[in-house]
């Protein structure tokens, strides 16, 4: 059964960094494409940052682009999310998702992790 279990929310003030992290039980985690998504209160969710299989390709959301990298550790099955100059507005709950494949920037993952959350005082 696929597991991905995602660590390194909190709260923080603005302006400040954050780093979450996402371990997958996936044994063969370097053919997915690993995603970020986001929910906040009352919103739907969507899309943050995903990375390709070998990790050359990347892509942001607008919004957090030039403040978010996403990376990977194929060697550790763990993709990794910074955040950084964050902004009350990046306050939400932060899921990862697996796909097998190529990169999408729908909500088209079949597989998810519990979320955490990250609250951005100002």
């Known amino acids: 059964q696929v597991q991905l279990v995602e660590s390194g929310g909190g709260p923080v003030q603005a302006g400040n960094s954050l780093r979450l992290s996402c371990a997958a039980s996936l044994s063969t985690f370097s053919t997915f494409a690993m995603a970020w998504f986001r929910q906040a209160p009352g919103k739907e969710r969507e899309f943050v940052a995903v990375?390709?299989?070998?990790?050359?390709?990347?892509y942001y959301a607008d919004s957090v682009k030039g403040r978010f990298t996403i990376s990977r550790d194929n060697a550790k099955n763990t993709v990794y999310l910074h955040l950084n100059n964050l902004k009350p507005e990046d306050t939400a709950v932060y899921y990862c998702?697996?796909?097998?494949?190529?990169?999408?920037?729908?909500?088209?993952?079949?597989?998810w992790g519990q979320g955490t959350q990250a609250t951005v005082s100002s």
């Open positions: 998702a697996a796909r097998s494949g190529v990169v999408v920037t729908t909500t088209d993952y079949p597989y």
């Open positions: 990375i390709s299989r070998g990790g050359s390709s990347t």
